[in-house]
């Protein structure tokens, strides 16, 4: 019996053991159980965090009409190193033709007083091409106030109307420009080699096309200070022009804020697009016979163009995205445009969510505006109007230089508020709206939209142009550890002016006796 009960007694504290055993194992399995869904859990959490599938996606309307966060920034495009005033005695003169639209346009006369700065050439004012965009034939002297143009690059570069007559042997001859076709993106080095070759052998030269013929990206800040000056100081419109704009920004701001959209939809842009399966089979045949007549030869798909980002937006899509950003439809809106392809067909859907829709000719009845809206002038109407806006939206920035230059220029005017949809991240939630699929269409497109920038400064990464965004170079901070972004002193123009005292070359800094002398010695 008692061993039994030792028996009994020993198996009963082995059982003990084993029971302990047993809990302590079933405790490990459930905190590897607990560990594995904490960890699954956090891992599901990034991925949806990093995917933005369930990321917050409000965007502050009321925000977006004020400007973007300069974070210390401000406008300056003054030089800061030593900037030597033009030389008294020319190396000969430089003539250019800039072909093009109004803003191409612009960026060739940026490129042409470089080019003269960088041969010590004296500059022809720049000749606008009348025939091959516009055939518009209003020329620098219609557009531009040239005696500011002049006045304003007086301490960069020597500015002449016209090449002079020269007096040698007695005989007065003209002075006959040598014409070179200059490389696309010509390097610094051409100029200074092979052009300034030609220019002292002739002692003028004639660059024609001049578009795109020299590189944006150049290792000289100075230089693209310069570019700066031109385009966002020394290039003014002319008083009308200017006066015929403000009047127009006036009326539309007398209602509250407004909003100006260039609404790139026209039959040049979605030709060279190859964007034409929305369109009828008649329209498709117009798109494809111009596509043929003037760009190269290419096989486009409509779906894989969409895809990458290289339609326009169509007005309806332009309607739909801000309306999920947040806009109302008693929005404001001014449509910088030429003619739209398709017409009315298009234009109803958005329309329809947006009936404050304005123009140039529907604010402004006035006959010259009337009579030139196609035109140049029509162009820098709508130029200074988007400029000058609360808000500006290109619906494609692509090859377009009027959306780029204006983005450029709104940067530098105070990094004034801008939107710029990704086409891109945006084809796949329009294509899954088109096929049914409206369940978050808005909260989709607004995450898309939060990753872009408004208007506040960013690094300039290509394939984006120096004219869309010229910072850092063409800005500065009061306080900094860089001394290359430091502001310069205020007085730098007061040196500059005193600079070109020193030289003789105040009142008669445009007057050609010393380099006339210097060509007829040649």
Known sequence: MRRRLGHHRQHGKQGGVGGRGLLLKLLIAVFVVLLICTLSLLFSATITATNGSNAPSEINVEKLWES?????????SSPRTDWPSPPKETRGYLRVRCNGGLNQQ???ICNAVLAARIMNATLVLPELDANSFWHDDSGFHGIYDVEHFIQSLRFDVRIVERIPEIRKNGKTTKIKAFQLRPPRDAPISWYTTEALEKMKEHGAIYLTPFSHRLAEEIDNPEYQRLRCRVNYHALRFKPHIMKLSESIVDKLRSQGH???IHLRFEMDMLAFAGCFDIFSPAEQKILK????ENFAKKTLIYKERRAIGKCPLAPEEVGLLLRAMGFNNSTRMYLAAGELFGGEHFMKPFRALFPHLENHSSVDSSEELAANARGLIGSAVDYMV???ADIFMPTYDGPSNFANNLLGHRLYYGFRTNIRPDRKG?????TAREEGQTAGFEEAVRRVMLKTNFGGPHKRISPE????????????QMETRNPDDKCPSENVMQILHSQLESENMDSEIYNQ???VVSLAER
């Open 68 to 76: 973007a966060n300069s974070g210390g920034w401000r406008p300056s």
């Open 106 to 108: 612009r960026s060739a």
């Open 258 to 260: 407004f909003m100006a």
């Open 289 to 292: 016979k111009y596509r043929m």
């Open 386 to 388: 988007c400029l000058l």
């Open 426 to 430: 945006l084809a796949p939630v329009f």
């Open 465 to 476: 142009s120096f004219y869309t965004n010229s910072w850092p170079e063409c800005f500065c």
């Open 513 to 515: 006796s010393d380099s």
